[in-house]
């Protein structure tokens, strides 16, 4: 079963909306435009960690930056 972002606005062009599947020896990433990524649980892992860890965040001059809201 997908789970559909959180951060989805629901907009084609704006919301970038990803759904992930946590299978059995899979996690299975797709978008909107219809393209799949699949990773390990391993790699999954490492990548939620560097999400927590702030490795993606944008920069701060980024005008994107004043239009996410972090909960």
């Given at each position: 079963m997908f789970i559909k972002s959180s951060r989805?606005?629901?907009q084609q062009d704006t919301?970038?909306?990803v759904n992930v599947?946590?299978?059995r020896d899979a996690v299975i990433v797709t978008d909107e435009g219809g393209n799949?990524?699949?990773f390990d649980h391993f790699e999954w892992r490492d990548f939620i960690a560097g999400?927590?860890?702030g490795e993606f965040d944008l920069p701060h001059s980024s005008p994107a930056k004043t239009?996410?809201?972090v909960q």
């Open positions: 989805c606005d629901g919301c970038g909306c599947a946590i299978v799949v990524s699949t999400v927590k860890a239009t996410i809201a």
